[in-house]
Structures are given as C-alpha cells and as structure tokens.
C-alpha cells in the first residue's frame, strides 16, 4: 500500500525526481504558492525545509499545507533540534490529520549556523529514534509511551545520508542504522564528487541496502565557481571538488556551465545502480528546475 | 572536576556596586585547579578590587579567604563571622551552599560555571560529562556523546561531521568521530551497529532538579528509617 505518490513513484520502480521549497522568513502564503505554481510538474513531491540552516521561517508542516492546497506533493522536513518527542509526535499527527504523509527525519543544522545562535537545541532524540518512534506509531499503532493509537498516522518515512561528511566507511553503517529504524527512503546530500559518491553506492549495495530502501540522490545546479567556494567553505558536511570550482571559474557562462555540470550529474547518478531518484536542491533558484528536469529527461 | 572561568572584571564591579565589606571567597577544589578561584586568583581579585575602590572613592573594605572546599558545610566554617558581600570565586554549588548556611550574606557569583570537565593541556580543559544520571560510556567508547557531540546523538556522526571536527567549529572536535575511531581500535566496531532508543532523560535535569540518596553512607539508624519509609 502507498501512502503517497512518492512512495507509489518508488516501489514500482520508477525513477523518483523530488526538489527542494524553501519556506520564506515570513507568514505570506503567496510567496510558496508562487514557488508550488511555478514547480508543479517538475517533481513527484516537493521537500519543505525545516528552518533551514537554523533561520527562522515558515513552518515545515504549514507550507507543506500550502503546496498541497496548490497540488504539489510535499515532503516534510522535521529537524531534532527544535522539538522533543511530544512535539515530534504531536506534529506527525497533525500531518497526517492534513494529508502530509512523506515525513524527512533530519538532526537539522546545529543553532549556531543561524539566526537565533543564542537559542537552546532540544535533541531529545536523534533521527534515528525519530524514525523508532514515528514507526512504531504507524505500525505498532501507538504513540512511544506505548498508549495505543485509535487512527495510527500512516507516514512515509524518509531520512538523510551523506556520504560526503566523516567518518566515511561509517556512512554507509549509518545508513543501515537509519534503515533498520524505519527509513524507506533516503535522500543525499548534494552530490557534486561523483567518484565519492560511487563508492559509497557500491558499500550500499554491497551491504544489500538498495533492496531495502530507496535512495535518492541530491543533486545543485551551481550559479558561479563563488556558489561553488560557498558550498565548499561555509556549508557542514559538503564536498565540492576544486575540478569543479575551476571549471565554473573558467566558464565565460558560469550558470549555463552550472546547468550543463548539473546535468551530467544527473546522467551520472542515473546510471549507478540502486540509484532510485534525485533530489534537486536548487535555493534560491528555484525556476531553473523545470528545465533541469526536462534536459534531464526526467521529468514526472 | 567542575570548570569555571572568572567572570568580566566590568561585571563584578557592577554587581559590586553599593557594597561596603566585601570577602572574596576562594576554593582550593575545582576552580583553584582550573584557575579561576583558587586562593591565588580570590588574593588577586582582592588587590584588583581594592585598587578600584581607592581609586573611584567606593569606600570598599575588602578581604580574600579561601577554604578548603567551598561546596561542603563543614569547609566554610571560616566564613563565620563575616558580614556584607561575598564574592564567590568559588563554582555555583559551592556559592549556594554557602549562601544556604550564611542566609544574612549577600553571595554574588565571581566565575561563571560551566561544566564538568577535564584539563587537555596548560590553561584548555574540556567538558567531558553532562550528568545524564545513566551513563552509557560503555557503548561508546568510554568517550560521551550526550556532553561532547553538539547534537548529543546516540547513533552515530551527523553529516556535519568533517576531518574529525564537528560542524559548529573547527576548533571542536566531532566527538563521533573520536567514538568510531575508538571503537575500530577496540575492535568492538559491532556496538556501532546496534540503534539506541530514544533515552529516558528522568535521571537527567529533565526529571527536575536531582537528589541522589546513598542509604550506605547513612549513619546506621537513619539508614533502617530510610528503608522503612521507602
Ligand atoms: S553518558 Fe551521562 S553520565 Fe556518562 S559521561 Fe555522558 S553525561 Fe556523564
Ligand atoms: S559533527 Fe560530530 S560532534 Fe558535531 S554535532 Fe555532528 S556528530 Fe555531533
């Protein structure tokens, strides 16, 4: 049984295109409509970020809301930083109540990279045991405490890996961790070193995971080689190889080379096996997915 | 032990202010160790103070003491007798449990508490133990990641985690990293594999403030009227 789109997309084998909406830093709901508008059709379901790098915006789950109300499927990020079990729980019931059913389980980026770097984290739990809790509501039918739940939430439920961050043979145990917790889909971090990124497939698949859950790959179309040094520099746990912030410094057209350099990745990640999809992180540049996705040939 | 570092001179004047007998209280325990309050530093801050009274007109009568352990009743004795304020250099247990047994004193904070830790070089000490109340050190390497991972996750490294530092700084080190590490030397790699649920955090500050009964400690008589009521 498929709970959502995305889930019917990827247990029958189809290739999965999901991107990323980032909710504004205020309450206008026109400003996600505009982004659900202008996306639609260009991926199967949509992730809303949950305040993002630790800025304060628009909540996950009433943006994903929004992108229902607008016909987009949405993926909703929920960060341990920010809530405790109660909350957790509270909020998968609250989405489910209102027809969000893919959930992200994510540690989320620690305070200090935000705009509130004075606040106090929660990290009651870890999203390994989110996702522990969020299963054994849907599939045990009650909540963590262990009271039974009347109408269980039926979740779809995601989390992420990156195989770019440190220790690197221990990503891919963490992946199975994540896995054996109630993750059925895993989306990457931004893949930009290729090479890197094939040879975690090739743990993944030796480890027999790819039969186990579906992974999708996050792929970013980069403006300029000064995109690229802020990816490498400022953001935790990314890898952004210096072939890479040449070519786009060398490029007379940086963005169309971004395009083109995001393209081939797509063609790349396609071909490696257990590969079930990508995830287009594109901020701030949103209305260049539809085209990535139609060049790409991978549109829904 | 417990980690303090001495507050802003600025600041202890501030709270200072409209003071008249002022003792600044020394411990020869934690803070002595990690140099913020031992009886070195309360002599110092004594001089430092009674300069400044001079100097602005304050009218401060100002001495240092130091004691043995400031967190323990039967090491303040010395203070009886003093009147005012006391500046504690000592951490903010040793403050409260001098304040609880001189009630009419005025205790101001001179450090500021930070954690329980451990010295890693001259001058650097780091926190190791944040107190959980149910300790699982052996699952991880006898390295703790509720105080030393910024996330305090129980599975592992977030995807922050690059080159052995830990995403919030690159003066921090990831503490999953180390745990890996440890854990592959060890050769007990499989504890990795095994996911931990989510913690009860009772014996922890979020069960509320804490008080920890070790009935072997009683005297015998007490001992039999602890039971008895359990
Ligand atoms: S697990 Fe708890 S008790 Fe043990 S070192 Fe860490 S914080 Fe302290
Ligand atoms: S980088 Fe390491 S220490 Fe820092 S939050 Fe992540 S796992 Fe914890």
Redesign the pocket.
């Known amino acids: 049984m498929s709970v959502s789109m995305l889930q019917e997309m990827l247990d029958a084998g189809r290739f999965a295109v999901t991107a990323e909406i980032g909710p504004p830093k205020s309450c206008e709901p026109e400003q996600v409509r505009k982004l659900a508008r202008m996306l639609k059709g260009s991926a199967h379901a949509f992730n809303l970020t949950d305040n993002q790098a630790a800025n304060v915006r628009m909540s996950s789950l009433a943006s994903s809301v929004l992108c229902l109300q607008e016909g987009l499927e949405p993926v909703m990020q929920m960060t341990c930083r920010d809530r405790n079990r109660i909350a957790m729980q509270s909020d998968l019931l609250g989405a489910c109540a209102l027809g969000v059913h893919n959930v992200l389980c994510i540690s989320g980026d620690h305070q200090v990279f935000g705009n509130h770097p004075q606040a106090k984290n929660v990290y009651d739990v870890d999203p390994i045991q989110q996702l522990m809790i969020f299963r054994r509501m849907r599939d045990e039918g009650m909540n963590w405490g262990g009271e039974p739940l009347p109408q269980p939430p039926q979740p779809f439920l995601g989390a992420a890996a990156n195989p770019f961050a440190d220790p690197f043979e221990f990503r891919v145990a963490r992946l199975a961790k994540k896995v054996s917790a109630g993750a059925q889909f895993v989306q990457t971090q931004c893949v930009l070193d290729v090479e890197r990124f094939q040879r975690f497939m090739g743990y993944v698949r030796e480890r027999g995971l790819d039969e186990e859950v579906h992974v999708i790959a996050g792929v970013i179309p980069l403006r300029s080689h000064k995109a690229a040094l802020f990816m490498k520099n400022k953001v935790a746990g990314m890898c952004v190889p210096d072939h890479i912030v040449d070519r786009l410094r060398r490029a007379s057209d940086p963005k169309e080379e971004g395009i083109k350099l995001c393209l081939e990745t797509i063609d790349s990640l396609k071909s490696i096996p257990g590969v079930h999809g990508v995830h287009i992180t594109a901020i701030a540049w949103e209305e260049i997915v539809p085209r990535l996705v139609q060049e790409a040939g991978i549109r829904p | 032990m417990i980690i303090a570092e001495r507050k802003p001179l600025t600041e202890v004047l501030e709270m200072l202010d409209g003071s008249g007998e002022i003792t600044v209280l020394g411990c020869r325990s934690c803070t002595a160790i990690c140099l913020a309050g031992g009886e070195k530093e309360a002599k110092e801050m004594s001089e430092a103070l009674s300069l400044h009274s001079e100097l602005k007109g304050k009218g401060w009568s100002v001495r240092p003491i130091t004691v043995e352990r400031a967190c323990e009743k039967e090491f303040i004795l010395p203070l009886q007798g003093v009147k005012g304020t006391v500046l504690s250099l000592a951490c903010g247990v040793g403050a409260q449990v001098v304040q609880e047994m001189f009630p009419m004193l005025q205790v101001l904070p001179g450090v500021n508490t930070s954690n329980?830790g451990a010295p890693e070089g001259i001058g650097v000490f780091v926190e190791?133990?944040?107190?959980?109340?149910?300790?699982?050190?052996h699952l991880?390497a006898g390295i703790?990641?509720?105080?030393?991972c910024a996330k305090s996750l129980l599975n592992g490294p977030c995807g922050g985690s690059q080159n052995g530092k830990c995403e919030v700084s690159p003066d921090t080190a990831c503490a999953w990293d180390q745990i890996v590490r440890s854990l592959t030397t060890q050769g007990r790699l499989d504890l990795l594999e095994r996911n931990i649920p989510p913690k009860d955090w009772r014996p922890?500050r979020s069960g509320g403030p804490r008080r920890t009964v070790n009935v072997e400690a009683m005297p015998g008589d007490s001992q039999k009227a602890w039971r008895d009521t359990e």
């Open positions: 329980m190791k133990c944040a107190g959980c109340g149910d300790c699982i050190l991880t703790c990641p509720i105080a030393r922890s």
